[in-house]
């Protein structure tokens, strides 16, 4: 999720547990500061390998075996302040509590996005996503803020929790909209005559109406849009089909710079969701996210580069690139927008 989102989170558990046991502030502030502190993996990064960066953010940092050690790192550093070390005197267990707490809410949350956490690591590398919000959703946002400021200003934990308890039936709604949405693509491939051999279906920006879904047939990811009103039956907007690109399919250019074993990697983070850019085939893209909803176009990937060059690929980000309307979106979630059909017509995918 979004930093605002993981402090907001954090500050409200911090509020509502430890409010009352510790100081107001001391339990908005340690909560906020853990619940945002995973993130600081965001400044890994190497000149001369580019995936070090994407291998590394939501890794160590987002264990829940390294949580308890993480909250006892960020209380740590407020140690360092003088004051707050003799006002917390006799009460560090609970602080750290707090900020263990807030630690662990960053870890789940982010696990219930798309992206992939490595909730287990070091005992896997598996990267957890379990689709059930997007990486920026306001609803849930918005819950969080008016439960932590009205609990805040009427000096009431008991909003903090409120806003909580919004924020979890939101997410259960998301729980509840991804299984519709993983029923819906199963229809709509079977309706193809395909049949499945893996699925991803994920909340698009901001919401649990419309999701982009992915599944994989014969070597192909076919990729649709599936809207799941909150009653009613599904309806589909036809998506494309590219071929999935695994090591045997890079070119013999690509093999040979291919010496660290960047391709794998890069499958690895993209979950195998790896297919070539339309536009630009040297791309190899992460076929999960799309800046455009008419075909693939893809947000991030890599690029080999020519010999001799310092690094052997270029991490291709375009996120700031993205092109969708606000009017289309709104369309998709009002669900008057026309290019959606029901499932039963075996709308087709592009090719």
Not at 3 to 31: E, K, N
Not at 51 to 64: D, M, N
Not at 209 to 233: S, T
């Amino acid at each position: 999720m979004d930093p605002v989102t993981h402090i907001l989170l954090g500050a409200s558990l911090g509020y509502f547990g430890f409010g009352r046991r510790l100081r107001r502030g001391t339990a908005v502030g340690v909560g906020a500061l853990a619940g945002a502190a995973p993130d600081l993996d965001v400044f890994i990064k190497s000149a001369t390998d580019p995936l070090i960066a994407v291998e590394y953010h939501r890794h160590f940092t987002h264990s829940l075996l390294f949580a308890p050690v993480g909250a006892a790192v960020a209380v740590g550093f407020l140690l360092l302040y003088r004051p707050w070390r003799q006002r917390w005197r006799g009460q560090l267990g609970a602080v750290w509590l707090c900020g263990f707490v807030a630690w662990v809410s960053h870890c789940l949350l982010d696990a219930a996005t798309s992206y992939g956490t490595q909730l287990m690591w070091p005992i896997t590398d598996r990267r957890y996503g379990w689709d059930f919000i997007a990486v920026v959703d306001p609803v849930f946002t918005l819950a969080l803020l008016i439960g932590l400021i009205v609990g805040l200003i009427r000096l009431q934990p008991g909003m903090a929790l409120a806003g909580l308890i919004a924020a979890a039936a939101y997410m259960g709604l998301g729980v509840v909209q991804h299984s519709r949405a993983v029923a819906a693509q199963a229809a709509l491939a079977a309706s193809r005559g395909h049949t499945v051999d893996r699925i991803e279906v994920m909340p698009t920006l901001g919401n649990v109406l419309v999701w982009r879904a992915l599944y994989e047939h014969r070597g192909k990811i076919y990729a649709d849009r599936i809207r799941v009103g909150l009653a009613g039956d599904a309806t589909v907007r036809g998506g494309w089909a590219l071929v999935k690109v695994s090591a045997s399919e890079l070119t013999p250019a690509e093999r040979t710079r291919d010496q660290r074993s960047s391709f794998a990697r890069f499958a690895w983070f993209s979950e195998q969701w790896v297919a070539r850019s339309p536009d630009d085939p040297a791309v190899l893209g992460d076929m999960r996210y799309s800046l455009s909803t008419e075909a693939f176009d893809p947000i991030w990937g890599i690029r080999f580069l020519a010999a001799g060059t310092p690094t052997e690929i270029e991490w291709v980000n375009r996120s700031r690139d993205r092109r969708v309307s606000a009017r289309e979106l709104w369309a998709e979630f009002q669900g008057r927008d026309a290019r959606f059909k029901p499932i039963s017509s075996g709308a087709q995918s592009g090719q």
